[in-house]
């Protein structure tokens, strides 16, 4: 790292070898086919087309062996398919000039089935042209892979986990397999969650089974438990002793833009909050891992949901933007909260009486997703910072990308005050060459493709960054009460204005869980 030119340049360093993560090369020769259900949907055309496209540009989805398959009721032509998603194919960096001719190529790899989600039919004619394809190759049968994503509500997961079982699968004798994928929010409580993987669970095993949160495909996400477990500075400090309280917030500035009806089913705690914003507490939360194998990553994970306590009603602030019931497909007397706040307290020996503001909310006036630890109070202050603020160490997700540290130093100058200032690690400045993936990418390339991690060749197929059996269950144990009652009407939400920070009452509430806003300082992503 240079400074010279007061720039900063990143060198290419030698890979850190980490004992744990050697796993063997295990070649697998069959062809593979990508499945996508569902895909006529708004995930698939915004995020999981898109990010099979930079893999393909990437070079992770080769034309020779891999090929994929879009179902759905939608009676469309593979022409048809292609056209919805052509739009959404944004360029890979570095790659802009040949933009055009990558998209044509990447089409040609798809091909489109309509079919029912309960229906033999449907699933044999998608049998008939997934063999094809693999015969075309030449593909020893039981050595191809068969990868489906539901991009799909969940009340269809169980025709097509059987649907699938019954008439596509794999035979997996010569090193091929079958995998699924499935979306959030997996099930609506804990009854129906349990229920449905138990109906899953007699399909398919649980190494076959992808629960995706795309938040743990995200780098920030993915950096935390480096930053916690690979720097000497916050062991010390990760602690009830030192930390006040943590928010973890989540922030968009649009609504629910068309797609009210499926909202209105599920709500913002079930949407983001059980999901994606109690992944990454896990993240910030659990203890020291044996080791980076995914069952003792998730081991720890699965502890912290546990010690979480129940959540009093009177830590929780629900709301609703205005306007949220002018979407036809929602009723207009609906209570469901497109924000809400509330306080988790995690009962173990480092964060008792810490507590977990959690944040989310849809048509805000921002859109940003973070995690604000605030340090407690500096004992014997000779210099009253506290007119200044506390610490804080920021890690933001998106967008810009970053990690600061809001700390107190002196006023450079001839004063001796002291003032609010960061240290900043920006990605987007410190990382000028790294193309940062999609979340989705690197998740898709961890259900399937082979790839270098910390500079060994594994197999991927590596659920650390999924959700197992017995976390998700964990999570709705936490969050059903508060559902049920939601449910009930027994919580109302609050009206709040569009492009508003939301109630009031939820700034109130983090301020009485302890949470000290600094007046005054407001961190500006640096520009190049
Ligand atoms: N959209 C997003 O940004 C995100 C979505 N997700 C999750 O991904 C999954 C899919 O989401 P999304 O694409 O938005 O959903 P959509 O509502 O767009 O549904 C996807 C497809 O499923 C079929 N479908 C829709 N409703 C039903 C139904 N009631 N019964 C049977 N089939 C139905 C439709 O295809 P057809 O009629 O052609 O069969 C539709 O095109 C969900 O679990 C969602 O929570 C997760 C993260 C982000
Ligand atoms: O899962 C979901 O996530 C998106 C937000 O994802 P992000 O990566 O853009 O932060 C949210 O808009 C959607 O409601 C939800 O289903």
Same mark, same amino acid.
């Given at each position: 790292?240079?400074?010279? +030119?007061?720039?900063?340049?990143?060198?290419?360093?030698?890979?850190?070898?980490?004992?744990?993560?050697?796993?063997?090369?295990?070649?697998?020769?069959? =062809? !593979?086919?990508?499945?996508?259900?569902?895909?006529?949907?708004?995930?698939?055309?915004?995020?999981?087309?898109?990010?099979?496209?930079?893999?393909?540009?990437?070079?992770?989805?080769?034309?020779?062996?891999?090929?994929?398959?879009?179902?759905?009721?939608?009676?469309?032509?593979?022409?048809?398919?292609?056209?919805? $998603?052509?739009?959404?194919?944004?360029?890979?960096?570095?790659?802009?000039?040949?933009?055009?001719?990558?998209?044509?190529?990447?089409?040609?790899?798809?091909?489109?089935?309509?079919?029912?989600?309960?229906?033999?039919?449907?699933?044999?004619?998608?049998?008939?042209?997934?063999?094809?394809? /693999?015969?075309?190759?030449?593909?020893? #049968?039981?050595?191809?892979?068969?990868?489906?994503?539901?991009? !799909?509500?969940?009340?269809?997961?169980?025709?097509?986990?059987?649907?699938?079982?019954?008439? =596509?699968?794999?035979?997996?004798?010569?090193?091929?397999?079958?995998? $699924? %994928?499935?979306?959030?929010?997996?099930?609506?409580?804990?009854?129906?969650?349990?229920?449905?993987?138990?109906? $899953?669970?007699?399909?398919?095993?649980?190494?076959?089974?992808?629960?995706?949160?795309?938040?743990?495909?995200?780098?920030?996400?993915?950096?935390?438990?480096?930053?916690?477990?690979?720097?000497?500075?916050?062991?010390?400090?990760?602690?009830?002793?030192?930390?006040?309280?943590?928010?973890?917030?989540?922030?968009?500035?649009?609504?629910?833009?068309?797609?009210?009806?499926?909202?209105?089913?599920?709500?913002?705690? *079930?949407?983001?909050?059980?999901?994606?914003?109690?992944?990454?507490? =896990?993240?910030?939360?659990?203890?020291?891992?044996?080791?980076?194998?995914?069952?003792?990553?998730?081991?720890?994970?699965?502890?912290?949901?546990?010690? %979480?306590?129940?959540?009093?009603?009177?830590?929780?602030?629900?709301?609703?933007?205005?306007?949220?019931?002018?979407?036809?497909?929602?009723?207009?007397? +609906?209570?469901?909260?497109?924000?809400?706040?509330?306080?988790?307290?995690?009962?173990?020996? *480092?964060?008792?009486?810490?507590?977990?503001?959690?944040?989310?909310?849809?048509?805000?006036?921002? &859109?940003?997703?973070?995690? *604000?630890?605030?340090?407690?109070?500096?004992?014997?202050?000779?210099?009253? =910072?506290?007119?200044?603020?506390?610490?804080?160490?920021?890690?933001?997700?998106?967008?810009?990308?970053?990690?600061?540290?809001?700390?107190?130093?002196?006023?450079?100058?001839?004063?001796?005050?002291?003032?609010?200032?960061?240290?900043?690690?920006?990605?987007?400045?410190?990382?000028? #060459?790294?193309?940062?993936? #999609?979340?989705?990418? &690197?998740?898709?390339?961890?259900?399937?493709?082979?790839?270098?991690?910390?500079?060994?060749?594994?197999?991927?197929?590596?659920?650390?960054?999924?959700?197992?059996?017995?976390?998700?269950?964990?999570?709705?144990?936490?969050?059903?009460?508060?559902?049920?009652?939601?449910?009930?009407?027994?919580?109302?939400?609050?009206?709040?204005?569009?492009?508003?920070?939301?109630? /009031? #009452?939820?700034?109130?509430?983090?301020?009485?869980?302890?949470?000290?806003?600094?007046?005054?300082?407001?961190?500006?992503?640096?520009?190049?």
């Amino acid at each position: 790292m240079g400074s010279g +030119s007061g720039q900063w340049s990143v060198e290419n360093r030698a890979p850190v070898r980490t004992e744990s993560l050697v796993s063997e090369y295990v070649p697998e020769t069959g =062809c !593979l086919s990508i499945i996508v259900l569902g895909a006529s949907g708004d995930l698939a055309k915004k995020k999981t087309f898109p990010a099979l496209f930079h893999l393909y540009r990437q070079g992770f989805i080769q034309s020779q062996d891999v090929h994929i398959f879009g179902y759905a009721r939608t009676k469309i032509s593979d022409n048809d398919l292609r056209d919805r $998603i052509r739009g959404y194919l944004t360029p890979c960096k570095g790659f802009e000039s040949t933009h055009e001719e990558d998209v044509g190529q990447f089409l040609q790899l798809i091909k489109y089935v309509a079919g029912a989600y309960d229906t033999e039919e449907g699933f044999r004619s998608l049998d008939k042209e997934i063999s094809a394809y /693999e015969l075309s190759k030449n593909s020893t #049968e039981g050595s191809s892979r068969r990868l489906f994503y539901l991009a !799909l509500p969940p009340s269809v997961y169980p025709p097509v986990c059987k649907m699938i079982k019954s008439y =596509c699968m794999n035979k997996s004798d010569l090193g091929g397999w079958t995998r $699924i %994928v499935v979306e959030k929010p997996f099930g609506r409580d804990l009854e129906s969650a349990e229920e449905l993987s138990a109906q $899953i669970g007699e399909l398919f095993e649980e190494p076959q089974i992808y629960r995706i949160d795309h938040y743990l495909g995200k780098e920030l996400v993915q950096n935390l438990m480096v930053l916690r477990f690979a720097n000497r500075f916050f062991l010390p400090l990760w602690n009830r002793d030192n930390i006040s309280n943590i928010q973890i917030v989540f922030r968009e500035d649009f609504g629910t833009e068309g797609r009210g009806g499926y909202f209105d089913q599920y709500g913002i705690i *079930r949407d983001i909050i059980q999901n994606h914003l109690l992944q990454v507490l =896990c993240l910030v939360a659990m203890e020291k891992p044996v080791s980076l194998k995914p069952e003792h990553v998730r081991d720890e994970k699965v502890k912290v949901l546990q010690s %979480v306590l129940p959540i009093e009603d009177s830590e929780v602030v629900l709301g609703q933007y205005e306007g949220y019931t002018d979407d036809p497909t929602v009723p207009d007397n +609906s209570n469901t909260p497109t924000f809400a706040t509330m306080v988790l307290r995690i009962h173990n020996e *480092r964060w008792e009486g810490v507590p977990f503001i959690i944040k989310a909310g849809k048509a805000l006036n921002s &859109r940003k997703a973070e995690i *604000r630890v605030q340090f407690k109070d500096v004992p014997g202050d000779i210099y009253k =910072c506290k007119k200044q603020g506390r610490n804080e160490f920021v890690i933001r997700l998106q967008p810009s990308e970053a990690m600061y540290m809001k700390l107190t130093v002196k006023q450079p100058g001839l004063e001796m005050n002291t003032v609010q200032s960061e240290l900043d690690l920006s990605y987007g400045q410190r990382y000028q #060459e790294t193309i940062i993936p #999609e979340a989705y990418e &690197r998740l898709i390339l961890d259900t399937n493709l082979t790839n270098l991690v910390y500079g060994f060749y594994r197999i991927r197929g590596d659920q650390q960054h999924f959700v197992r059996r017995d976390e998700l269950k964990a999570a709705w144990e936490i969050f059903t009460p508060l559902l049920h009652k939601i449910d009930r009407g027994e919580v109302k939400s609050l009206n709040y204005k569009t492009g508003s920070r939301g109630p /009031e #009452e939820a700034d109130k509430l983090a301020e009485k869980a302890g949470f000290v806003q600094t007046h005054g300082y407001i961190w500006i992503p640096p520009t190049l």
